[in-house]
């Protein structure tokens, strides 16, 4: 028998009802500077002294830093990030690294996508990196991620790895490794706050 109109709008619905539910991200940390503490802020609140942080049922969007730093990482360098299911072409995850005043180059600071867009991500190592916002055009450094429920890995002074499985029994080169990925078109950028 076919579904009658009825049965068929409520499998719709509960598909997008199950859906929407689904949405989860989780940022997580790798702090190898052998001091400080990571700050993970949404929404004006601290809600991680570097231990994971999962949201279930929406978008994340927030800041991170590591280091004597002023409550939104002011004189350090600062991730941002806003990681959301695309709804549209290329409105799906951003995240960036910011060096624009009053933040400054603290410590090697490297993002990497996981759960999706595996390893895409930047690192900045140096306070004349080519990988972070110095000024508020800077849009090429954003790396943006189309896959649903991605997560990000933030690391601190980890010279570049940026495996979210890094194992730290393989030694590897000094040569710090720079993920680049072509320009995203950015969605509403979120500015340094
Ligand atoms: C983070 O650390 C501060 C200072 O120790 C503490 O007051 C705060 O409750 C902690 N926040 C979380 C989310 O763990």
Known sequence: MAPTFLQAVTVLLLTSVAHVQAETHTIRFDNQCGQGTPILILGGQIVSNGSEYSTSGNALSG???????????EGCSLIEFTLNNPICVGCGSSADISLIPPHAFNVPTTFSYFN??????????????????????????QVGCQTDNVGLLVSFCTEGSSSASASSATPSSNEPTIFRTPVVTPQSATPTT
């Open 116 to 141: 999706g867009c595996d390893g895409q991500g930047a690192t900045c190592n140096s306070a004349t990196c080519n990988t972070a916002f110095f000024k508020s055009d800077d849009n090429q450094v």
């Open 63 to 73: 800041i991170a830093y590591v280091g004597e730093c002023g409550f939104n990482g």
